[in-house]
């Protein structure tokens, strides 16, 4: 522990509550009641018999990450921020109950990501894109389909779901897979 370390660590913490926390917080109150006004003169228009309950509209999107729900080594504070925006949007569900919030929960997604990552190591090397996880395509097929359903909170893949729940009644196996998945013995 320095000072420069802490220094470094608040810099990187304030980055990602900027990003992660702050930036769907400012995006949910500048689009929420506007969505909740969009939802009131949709049910005027509909004057015939047509069941409201299709109309998935308006909604309010979270891509969130499944590590706001499954701790991992060495994603500490985006993953502490990421959870702090689901429970932010969680709650304005429960708040705002005419506008749908989908939360989607993916797991690793393939690309640069990290990359551009606040609390990477400064390099003059670019790094090279993750071929492993997710395709960024397929997150973004099904984030649509997940609005366009009306669903609350999407697992992908759904068997990440499981290891949220393995979590709660084993966490010291699911501590020990992520340290092996992390290279952090």
Known sequence: TTV?????????????????????????????RHTALARRSLQLSFVDSYSLRHVTFPFNLLVNSVAS??????RTIYASTKS?????????????????????????VQGDFRASAVDGESSTEPSAPNKVGLEPGKVAERAVRAIDEGEKVVWMPL???FGHLLYWFWPSFVERKARKKYHFE
């Open 159 to 161: 068997m990440m779901r």
């Open 69 to 74: 729900l499954i701790p991992a080594p060495t």
């Open 4 to 32: 420069e370390g802490i220094q470094n660590t608040s810099r990187v913490a304030l980055a990602a509550i900027q990003g992660n926390y702050i930036g769907p917080l400012v995006a949910a109150t500048t689009f929420v």
């Open 84 to 108: 702090a925006s689901l429970l932010l949007y969680q709650a304005l569900s429960i708040e705002h109950p005419q506008v749908n919030f989908t939360h989607l929960l993916p797991a690793t």
